[in-house]
């Protein structure tokens, strides 16, 4: 049975002290909450804050991610932050090609295979973004950009390695504007995603990746986007960074 998740994205946002509360609060929830082995909470939390939070939340049912890493392993890279040095601090996942790395430093589908790699050569699971923009799905051509996205970043690997990535669907459309696709149009995506997994990988590994929606994810649009049934829970932004509203989605799991 695949993890349903409520992975939540801070993005640029909280001081270090701000995040600790943040977490604290989504913890005190969750050590109330009856949260089964089939359900996590994944808090993308900037760089300063990994070590932080990953020493104050119950790991058994939350999980901590880096919000990108670095496309070199090591060296003469200032500011860069490698995947084996987000490993060390204690982090289990990463968020890999999210749309504003896309559009604001110009990842490449080539770059995204290569810190796919990475990510996974230091026992890291990365949660790879694919989505359209606006004027592609205008034309139609959302299928294509996603499947593109996929195979030129994620399909050279094997089943094994596979197995450990996650995937989410975000129209870039509908991130941060308010608006979102509807239920029924992640659905068909989700649906899409899930399909090309299977005719690359088989059934069964299709079936045990889990898909996030991503794109204005909320406290009042999450039960009826996690009841479609390619859903498996959300990469959230800005709801993700007010305690109650992301109780709201985890609740909604």
Not at 24 to 34: G, T
């Amino acid at each position: 049975m695949r993890l349903r998740i409520a992975a939540g994205n801070w993005k640029m946002n909280t001081s270090l002290q701000e995040g600790i509360e943040l977490a604290k609060a989504i913890q005190a929830f969750v050590s109330e909450f009856p949260l089964d082995k089939h359900k996590r909470i994944v808090l993308g939390v900037p760089f300063t804050h990994i070590v932080s939070i990953v020493n104050l939340v119950d790991y058994k049912k939350i999980s901590v991610a880096a919000q990108n890493c670095a496309r070199w392993e090591k060296g003469a890279y200032t500011g860069e932050i490698s995947a084996e040095m987000i490993r060390s601090s204690g982090a289990h996942y990463i968020i890999i090609g999210h749309s504003e790395r896309r559009q604001y430093f110009n990842e490449t589908n080539e770059e995204l295979k290569t810190k796919v790699e990475l990510c996974l050569k230091n026992s890291l699971r990365p949660i790879f973004c694919v989505g359209e923009k606006l004027d592609e799905r205008e034309q139609n051509k959302h299928f294509e950009v996603v499947q593109k996205q996929l195979t030129e970043s994620l399909f050279h690997l094997d089943v094994e390695h596979f197995s450990h990535v996650l995937i989410a669907y975000e129209p870039v459309w509908a991130i941060g504007t308010g608006k979102n696709a509807s239920p029924e149009q992640a659905q068909e995506m989700h649906m899409f995603i899930r399909k090309l997994i299977a005719e690359k990988y088989g059934a069964s590994a299709a079936n045990d990746t889990s898909i996030l929606y991503g794109g204005s994810c909320n406290a009042q649009n999450a039960a009826s986007l996690f009841a479609q049934p390619d859903i498996d829970g959300g990469l959230v932004g800005g709801a993700s960074l007010k305690a109650n509203d992301f109780i709201e989605i985890i609740k909604a799991l």
